[in-house]
């Protein structure tokens, strides 16, 4: 997963949120409207953003809890080629996570580009803060979303070994040896502490993503008084 500094993040929207409670800033802000509407128009598509990539981490943890059934399943059942076979299961899930994670990098798509509204001049060179943590903001939902994509990308089951894919293992017919059942309860095992580190990473993104997304809210709050002052 790529590095994000969020306490950095923080650090610097605390500051911009703090600048707005200002009194000498506001009362600048007061006799500049057209530059305050476009900055409030911009911290609302971070807003918009942020919800969206909020619900794709929570469908993302669901479809890992999933997983992880699935896995204990396999671990207990013989495994059989159908509909019911709990691989089939684990593969559907895993195109579901690829497609949502790519249906919101889509939708952010351009946003590194500053085609979202920010490539604004402050009225006030200290404004500057409000626009840079914006920005800030907006590349680090984008990285969060990747960093996402790439942790649905991982192939947790279908690793290769000198025996074969476990996938390939588990697709065998009924009976199999002693030492096969060992290594794919090993390899299960192992994906199911996988998928673990996952599903708490992903815990660690949302707690970051919700807290960003209230102080997203205090600017927009900020922003609108001064626009309605």
């Not at 939708?107 to 001049?121: A, E, H, T």
């Not at 939902?141 to 279908?158: C, G, R, Y």
């Not at 000198?162 to 996938?167: C, D, E, I, Q, V």
Request: with cysteine; hydrophobic share 40%; proline share 3%.
């Amino acid at each position: 997963m790529a590095h994000m500094n969020f306490e950095a993040l923080r650090n610097l929207h605390e500051s911009a949120n703090h600048l707005l409670h200002s009194p000498v800033i506001r009362q600048s802000l007061v006799h500049h409207g057209k530059w305050t509407d476009d900055v409030s128009e911009a911290s609302l598509r971070m807003l918009d953003v942020c919800s969206t990539s909020r619900d794709v981490l929570l469908l993302v943890k669901d479809h890992i809890q999933d997983l992880r059934i699935t896995l204990r399943r396999s671990n207990s059942i013989d495994i059989c080629p159908g509909e019911d076979n709990p691989i089939a299961a684990y593969n559907m899930i895993k195109r579901k996570l690829k497609k949502e994670t790519v249906k919101c990098l889509r939708s952010l798509k351009g946003m590194k580009g500053g085609s979202d509204g920010l490539d604004l001049l402050p009225v006030d060179h200290r404004l500057n803060v409000v626009v840079d943590m914006l920005r800030e903001v907006r590349m680090t939902i984008v990285a969060i979303v990747e960093s996402t994509s790439t942790l649905v990308s991982v192939p947790w089951l279908e690793g290769k070994s000198t025996r074969g894919s476990l996938a390939t293992k588990l697709m065998r017919s009924r009976g199999p040896s002693l030492s096969d059942t060992w290594v794919d309860r090993a390899a299960l095992e192992s994906a199911d502490t996988r998928l673990e580190a996952v599903e708490i990473a992903i815990e660690d993104l949302e707690i970051e993503l919700e807290c960003m997304f209230r102080r997203l809210i205090q600017t927009r709050v900020s922003l609108l008084n001064i626009l309605t002052y």
